[in-house]
């Protein structure tokens, strides 16, 4: 299967969103979590930042989740 960076950006901000909104957190709230600015949050969520691993391990513990259920996630 070949997919766009850009495609994988999008459902994988969509996928964070939807677990932190699930978690009941805001941006802010899962933000101060993991100890980034609530900016950096929102620019993952809508896909206009190519985070880095050591981020979403931050995210992932902030949501009490394994890192490798960030990236499971139906492609659209």
């Keep these: 299967m070949n997919i766009s960076e850009e495609t994988f950006l999008v459902n994988l901000g969509i996928h964070i969103r939807q677990l932190r909104e699930k978690k009941g957190l805001s941006q802010q709230g899962l933000a101060d979590d993991c100890n ?22 931050k995210i992932a513990n902030a949501l009490d989740i394994e890192p490798k259920e960030l ?3 139906p492609l659209k």
């Design 36 to 57: 980034i600015t609530k900016s950096q949050i929102a620019r993952i969520e809508v896909a206009k930042l190519n985070t880095g691993v050591k981020t979403l391990v």
């Design 71 to 73: 990236l499971d996630f």
